[in-house]
């Protein structure tokens, strides 16, 4: 498939998908692995035929007023500062950026805001941001583990200030634990983050004692070689009491896919089939409390067959949800 998604059947689907061009030009330089083919990966498992009824949008820019309700003014400007006029530049020793790499972080983050307004206003049922950089790692003033903008926690805040949304659960399955996230609301108990994640693994938080102001954290841990047992123990036994405890308006998914058995990152064991039962799981909460309304942002994967099957297994399920 080429860059460019095909044109979705008119009228058809219930799942918009917010893409931009903009993210394929973030540059980490050769041999790092949260690079440009992870997209072009995405986009063409994406452009199958099964797939035709998705809804493509090009996604706007983030505003610094939105992105200002999550990181302070004079991080978003030092690190506006920091992009290179060519080549590449270091943040810290997993972070590079080049000189599309502002552009491409205004542009993630702009993708879970317009998805936030689409599924609101009742455009689609639910959404999916196929975006890079990455976003759950960064923390209000720091860029970190491959990311520039928390993506996810810019949404959130976006549905409660702009939207009114009072209460936003946030699902996190990338097998990194989200510190990012974390930091952003464990002492903002209207929202509710939730992470299963790889323990110990980069980048050290995520232990189960780690619970937020008002229990409003859960983690997870798993430990290595864990798959589709453990995945569904805790979404049955945790996860989904969790949720239907506080109850969200919104529900916002940190969708990373390098828990895959294949993935050279980690060592957690999940399938295709394990990310498409959970986003069944997922959608139908939704549907149980949020009014369908759901929201799902691209993370980590970086084998780039497991990551094309399994975001085209976790869209099916989004698919088949929103009709």
Do not use: K
Not at 90 to 109: C, H, K, Q, W
Not at 161 to 170: P, S
Not at 294 to 300: A, D, M, R
């Amino acid at each position: 498939m080429s860059s460019t998604p095909q044109d979705p059947a008119p009228g058809a689907g219930g799942t918009l998908v917010f893409w931009h061009p903009h993210c394929s030009e973030h540059d980490t330089g050769s041999g790092h692995p949260e690079r440009a083919a992870r997209m072009q990966a995405v986009l063409d498992a994406l452009g199958a035929p099964e797939f035709r009824g998705l809804q493509w949008r090009e996604a706007p820019a983030a505003s610094f007023e939105q992105l200002e309700r999550v990181h302070p003014a004079h991080h978003v400007d030092r690190l506006m500062s920091r992009m290179p006029a060519w080549g590449q530049a270091m943040l810290d020793g997993d972070t590079i950026v080049s000189p599309g790499s502002f552009e491409a972080a205004l542009r993630a983050a702009g993708a879970v805001c317009a998805a936030v307004d689409a599924v609101v206003a009742g455009e689609a049922a639910n959404a999916f941001c196929a975006i890079r950089p990455p976003g759950h790692h960064a923390e209000p003033a720091r860029a970190m583990g491959f990311c520039l903008f928390n993506n996810v926690a810019v949404g959130a805040e976006h549905a409660r200030r702009v939207h009114g949304i009072e209460r936003v659960a946030i699902v996190d399955f990338d097998v990194h634990h989200g510190n990012g996230t974390q930091a952003i609301f464990e002492a903002v108990p209207q929202v509710l983050y939730v992470s299963t994640h790889q323990y110990p693994l980069y980048p050290g938080t995520g232990h189960a004692e780690e619970t937020g102001v008002a229990a409003n954290v859960l983690n997870v841990p798993l430990r290595a070689g864990s798959g589709g047992e453990a995945l569904r123990r805790a979404w049955n036994e945790e996860i989904l009491p969790a949720l239907r405890r506080h109850e969200p308006g919104l529900l916002l998914v940190s969708a990373g896919f390098d828990a895959h058995r294949d993935d050279p990152l980690a060592e957690l064991a999940f399938t295709e089939a394990d990310y498409q039962w959970l986003a069944a799981q997922l959608a139908a909460f939704a549907a149980e409390c949020c009014g369908g309304r759901l929201v799902s942002v691209l993370e980590g994967g970086y084998e780039l067959s497991a990551l094309a099957s399994s975001c085209a297994a976790h869209v099916r399920a989004l698919m088949a949800a929103g009709g």
